[in-house]
Nanobody
Framework: QVQLVESGGGLVQAGGSLRLSCSAS????????MGWFRQAPGKDREFVAA????????YYADSVKGRFTISRDNAKNTVYLQMNSLKPEDTAVYYC?????????????????????WGQGTQVTVSS
């Protein structure tokens, strides 16, 4: 059973930075995809960023391009989301998720319904 645990959320002023971590266990990741999503109160969950574990190919929502960076540490089985130049509209609960590789399938990074496992989320609050 795959388990994902997020950490690193908190309260930060606009323009500040945070680094979220997603520690994964229960699987040796290879062709899988790891994603970050977020959900603000009263809004739908939205895609933030994703990375293909072995290839290291990254994907970003337009709203975070140039400000957020996703990366992974193979040895630690951990995915990171470095968030810079934070804005009040970045306030949300941030979730990491894994899309387990399935032969013949493609990785649709922004389709949350295709992800198989989710963490419990970590709150990020950006004050103005």
């Amino acid at each position: 059973q795959v388990q994902l645990v997020e950490s690193g959320g908190g309260l930060v002023q606009a323009g500040g930075s945070l680094r979220l971590s997603c520690s994964a266990s229960g699987r040796t990741f290879s062709r899988d995809g790891m994603g970050w999503f977020r959900q603000a109160p009263g809004k739908d969950r939205e895609f933030v960023a994703a990375i293909r574990w072995t290839a290291g190919i990254t994907y970003y929502a337009d709203s975070v391009k140039g400000r957020f960076t996703i990366s992974r540490d193979n040895a630690k089985n951990t995915v990171y989301l470095q968030m810079n130049s934070l804005k009040p509209e970045d306030t949300a609960v941030y979730y990491c998720a894994v899309d387990i590789y399935k032969p013949g399938s493609t990785f649709d990074a922004d389709r949350d319904t295709l992800y198989d496992y989710w963490g419990q989320g970590t709150q990020v609050t950006v004050s103005s």
